[in-house]
């Protein structure tokens, strides 16, 4: 009696070389037969959010799935529902997370005489509102803002809506021009 066995393979992952960030669960780090199915499901710790999942060396992101039948994905995020299909050889599956970023800075410089009302260094919760009032000294003006390297031109006023990064702004003054009558 001739009895044919299958072969098995080895599924395995890692997060961001830590093990922090991010719980998966499926059939991981075990056997599996070949032309089995693995269904598991990717979800990111609070504060944290799924930037990457690399498949043998190879990013999901970078796979035409519609070419290749092992896998299917759905969009990365917090949670990430992931299947490899007909497992025909080893898996290693990397996922790689990153905190969410909640806060930003945004740094004042001024070229010259002057203040930012608010202060040099301003942080901020994201999504938020932040205005600017720049206030040169007397015998000066605002000759040009600078937010983060792009020329708004000259201003005094300038807010910041729905804040998604960090801001560098830059305040150039001028000396007024002095007009004497006689």
């Not at 799924?50 to 060396?57: A, G, Q, R």
């Not at 919760?125 to 205005?131: E, I, R």
Request: charged share 15%; hydrophobic share 45%; glycine share 8%.
């Amino acid at each position: 009696v001739y009895h044919q066995t299958k072969a098995k393979y080895l599924v395995a992952y890692n997060i961001n070389n830590s093990g922090f960030g991010a719980v998966v669960v499926g059939a991981l780090n075990n056997e599996i037969v070949a032309g089995g199915t693995v269904n598991m499901t990717i979800t990111a710790d609070n504060g944290y959010q799924i930037v990457d999942i690399i498949l043998n060396s190879v990013s999901l992101s970078e796979i035409d799935l519609t070419l290749v039948s092992k896998a299917e994905k759905k969009a990365f995020g917090s949670v990430v529902a992931f299947n490899l299909k007909n497992v025909q050889a080893d898996f290693f599956i990397e996922v790689k997370v990153e905190k969410i970023q909640t806060e930003y800075t945004i740094n004042t410089n001024i070229r010259g005489k002057g203040i930012v009302a608010g202060g040099q260094v301003i942080t901020v919760a994201k999504g938020a509102t932040q205005p600017l009032i720049f206030l040169p000294d007397v015998g000066f003006h605002v000759g040009e803002v600078l937010v983060n390297e792009a020329s708004y031109g000259p201003m005094q006023y300038l807010s910041l809506v729905d804040i998604q990064t960090d801001y560098e702004i830059k305040v150039i003054e001028g000396q007024a021009e002095v007009i004497v009558i006689s």
